[in-house]
């Protein structure tokens, strides 16, 4: 029997022998005792081709968006809560702050989210502009539908002047909305752009930037580069919250792939990577460990002390994020910072 396998990073589609696997079908010789691929639904096969792809690159590394699955995304929120994680505190004070002037500055719009997950600290915001208008238009984009429409119906819940419009999918969805609702105030929070490489961001931002229509408005929130004594904290915390979601990765995949890991002997390390400007986390191998990727009848084995990549987390210094995203056609407005400048929330205008 013949099925079909993609790996969506790159665009490929491969045919498959069932009993072959992979490499097979591409005319390499499997060695004995390869497992036999099984048919998967697609979101498995999307993280099955991920994995096989980062764990056979050098050095290894696993895609930061598939740590949200429903366990991964609890974890998240409990993240946020943790005493030494400050992002989300720090932004969520600093939009409690600015939200009546960003409404004044922006006018009124329709408001679209990317990543909007809870969407608790679009709050503020939708309290400011909901205020001196009839109505106002919310767009949250979230590829969690469950999330969505919590959010949704929490939001329509406490501000009857906010109509809700949720788009289940990835960022990519959103990007047309952007001149269907203009005159849009897109936010981009939570310093999730620090999860995308150098070469992903400017990707990134080409498309936003095409995609947004002259006059409209952006509002990112980045965390900012400051003492790594804080930043190792933050990524390294006492309860051991952040471990656990690093960990969550790998038990995605024995849960998922059928991968076998000892999850026991596989550790959460996060570091700062001075001269990159970002922490860098890794599921490091305490001990030489065979995992299956069933869907694809694929094996790999990872030797004790490898690093696996599972999320950057970039950090970035003021002037030159603006002067970075000015080279896209975005003109700076307003930039707010917490007392302390931990974090900024930048008011951004396309030309
Ligand atoms: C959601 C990408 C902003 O980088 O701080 C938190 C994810 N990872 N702790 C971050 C995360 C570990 C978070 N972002």
Redesign the pocket.
């Known amino acids: 029997m013949k099925t079909q396998w993609e790996i969506p990073e790159i665009g490929l589609k491969v045919a498959k022998r069932d009993s072959g696997g992979y490499l097979a079908a591409k005319g390499v010789a499997m060695p004995p005792g390869v497992p036999r691929s099984v048919p998967a639904p697609p979101g498995v096969r999307d993280f099955a081709g991920a994995v096989a792809l980062g764990l056979n690159d050098a050095p290894r590394w696993l895609p930061?968006r598939f740590?949200y699955d429903a366990a991964g995304s609890a974890l998240?929120e409990r993240?946020c809560e943790l005493p030494e994680?400050y992002?989300t505190r720090t932004e969520a004070g600093i939009l409690t702050r600015a939200a009546p002037e960003i409404r004044k500055l922006t006018g009124p719009v329709t408001l679209i989210e990317l990543g909007s997950g809870s969407a608790t600290k679009t709050d503020h915001l939708l309290r400011a502009y909901s205020e001196d208008a009839d109505s106002v238009r919310y767009v949250p984009v979230d590829v969690s539908s469950s999330i969505l429409r919590a959010a949704a119906e929490r939001i329509e819940d406490q501000f009857p002047g906010v109509k809700v419009d949720g788009l289940n999918g990835e960022y990519e969805a959103a990007f047309p909305l952007l001149a269907q609702y203009h005159p849009s105030l897109l936010l981009f929070l939570?310093?999730?752009l620090?999860?995308l490489n150098q070469a992903e961001s400017v990707v990134f931002w080409r498309r936003v930037a095409s995609a947004m229509p002259a006059g409209s408005h952006l509002l990112l929130g980045a965390?900012l580069v400051k003492d790594p004594a804080l930043l190792h904290a933050?990524?390294n915390d006492a309860a051991g919250v952040?471990a656990q979601?690093?960990l969550n990765l790998f038990a995605r995949m024995n849960r998922e792939l059928d991968a076998g890991l000892d999850l026991s002997r596989i550790a959460h390390e996060?570091r700062w990577n001075a001269e990159w400007q970002r922490?860098e986390?890794f599921g490091r191998f305490l001990s030489t460990q065979r995992l299956r990727i069933r869907p694809l009848g694929l094996e790999i084995t990872i030797r004790a002390g490898e690093h696996v990549m599972t999320?950057i987390?970039r950090k970035f210094v003021l002037p030159r994020l603006t002067t970075y995203l000015g080279c896209f056609g975005f003109r700076l407005v307003r930039a707010f910072t917490d007392p302390r400048q931990w974090f900024a929330v930048l008011l951004l205008q396309k030309e």
């Open positions: 930061a740590l998240f993240i994680y992002l939570g310093s999730t620090g999860n965390d933050a990524y952040t979601f690093t996060a922490m986390i999320e987390s």
